[in-house]
C-alpha cells in the first residue's frame, strides 16, 4: 500500500510546500498565505464554521497538473486533520485530502488592501489581498 503522500507506484503526489493554511469546500481550494501571526489560521477556522473542510494548516503542499494547482497535506506534516487555534493548542478536525486551488488570499494589514482589485494570479490561481481581522472577512473569502 502507498504511503498517504504517494501514488501507487511511489511517486510523491505533492512535492511543493508552502507556509499557509488551506480549506476546501465542494473540492475548491482556498489558500490562506500570510506571516506567521497574519491569522492564517483563525480565518481557516472561521471557514470550517462555515461549512468549509480543513485541507492543512501552517505547512502546504503543492503540486501542478496540468493547469491547475493542488493542495494537500505534507508528507512531513503533524497528522491530518490538526488545526492549531491560538490560546487553545491543536485541535483534530474532519479533513479533505486534496483540493484544486480555486483562489489564493494574500492576508495582511487592511493598508495593504485594495478596494477595487484589479484581477491577479498567484502561480496561476486567482488571487486577492484581505485583512483577515475583519469582522467580515469569512464571507469574503467565501466570496472571491
Do not use: N
Amino acid at each position: 500500500m502507498a504511503e498517504p503522500c504517494q501514488d501507487e507506484g511511489g511517486t510523491p503526489l505533492l512535492p511543493g510546500v508552502v507556509h499557509a493554511s488551506c480549506v476546501a469546500r465542494r473540492g475548491h481550494g482556498v489558500l490562506l498565505l500570510g506571516a506567521p501571526g497574519a491569522g492564517k489560521s483563525d480565518l481557516a477556522l472561521r471557514l470550517i464554521d462555515r461549512g468549509f473542510r480543513l485541507v492543512a494548516d501552517d505547512r502546504v503542499a503543492l503540486v501542478r497538473r496540468g493547469a491547475h494547482l493542488y493542495a494537500g497535506l505534507p508528507c512531513s506534516a503533524l497528522p491530518a486533520g490538526l488545526l492549531e487555534i491560538r490560546g487553545l493548542g491543536l485541535m483534530r478536525l474532519r479533513v479533505r485530502r486534496r483540493a484544486r486551488l480555486a483562489v489564493v488570499l494574500r492576508l495582511g494589514a487592511p493598508d495593504r488592501v485594495v478596494r477595487l482589485p484589479a484581477p491577479s494570479l498567484w502561480h496561476g490561481v486567482a488571487a486577492l489581498d484581505l485583512d483577515p481581522r475583519g469582522e467580515s472577512a469569512a464571507q469574503r473569502a467565501e466570496w472571491a
